[in-house]
């Protein structure tokens, strides 16, 4: 499959620590990705996106195992989402990802770090990267990555240059607040706003979208969520260019308008317009 997606998938879910509640909902989130991202966003199609779901109570070194096979092949796009609760190191410089059988002492050292999977993706072998966020973290980690300051603080300590973000990052407020959160992987998460705007596409958008041109479609759809829990969270705005493309729904609805058409026709004048190669830069 060479040329094509690498596509890596991670919801890390903590376990039953009431602390880490806010992964409660990553693994089924990253299902819904994992079977959603291939076939309806790629220019590629589903043919040409292999898809590594990770199970969801793995440990760390099998996540990142995972990650680093999937980043060693070569392929046009290495795509990596993540979804779950993050913790930082005592001092508040490194972040990692929870995961299960975690306790407050021990959530760190057992995790996967952050920098372990901008690293991976960063030596990988494909042309382009791009870092799929829907996470969550508890006031300590909320303050250290700078999220009480606003965006550009949980920006500056997540991001790499050569790994490019977009999703977002929540706080998972401690005690009865935690109830009204949105928790990553559910309904008013990233993932859920993400595959709510892929199935149904951007109308008046061109045939292939990037991400840029998705995420003020993203953003509206995340908006109710922020204003029913009274929770804020931070959005990472991925960057404008580059070649991933995805397929936008709308635009082969709107050329179809009015033509009675079975869905197995549809299927196949879909995929007969759908381009198989970037454009040129």
Do not use: K
Request: charged share 15%; proline share 7%; net charge neutral.
């Amino acid at each position: 499959m060479t040329g094509g997606v690498e596509l890596v998938v991670i919801g890390a879910d903590g376990g039953p620590e009431r602390s880490y509640g806010g992964s409660a909902e990553a693994a089924h989130g990253a299902r819904l990705l994992a079977a959603a991202l291939p076939g309806v966003c790629f220019d590629t199609g589903s043919h040409g996106c292999r898809v590594t779901l990770v199970p969801p109570d793995a440990d760390a070194n099998a996540m990142l195992t995972a990650l680093r096979a999937a980043a060693a092949r070569p392929g046009r796009w290495l795509v990596v989402c993540l979804l779950g609760q993050l913790t930082a190191d005592q001092r508040g410089r490194r972040l990692a990802l929870v995961t299960a059988g975690s306790t407050p002492d021990n959530a760190y050292r057992r995790g996967l770090a952050w920098d372990w999977v901008v690293s991976a993706m960063v030596h990988g072998a494909a042309d382009q990267a791009l870092l799929l966020v829907d996470a969550v973290a508890a006031p300590e980690t909320w303050a250290a990555i700078g999220g009480v300051d606003g965006e550009q603080g949980v920006a500056e300590l997540l991001a790499h240059s050569r790994v490019p973000l977009w999703g977002r990052v929540g706080p998972y407020p401690s005690g009865r607040r935690s109830r009204g959160a949105v928790l990553p992987g559910g309904e008013g998460s990233f993932s859920w706003a993400l595959g709510r705007v892929l199935e149904r596409g951007v109308p008046g958008a061109p045939a292939t979208v990037g991400p840029a041109e998705l995420h003020p479609v993203v953003a509206a759809e995340l908006a109710w969520g922020e204003l029913a829990s009274g929770i804020g969270a931070r959005l990472l705005v991925p960057p404008s260019g580059g070649r991933l493309l995805m397929r936008n729904r709308a635009a082969v609805r709107g050329a179809l308008a009015g033509l009675s058409v079975s869905e197995e026709l549809l299927a196949v004048l879909w995929r007969e317009s759908a381009p198989t190669d970037p454009p040129s830069a």
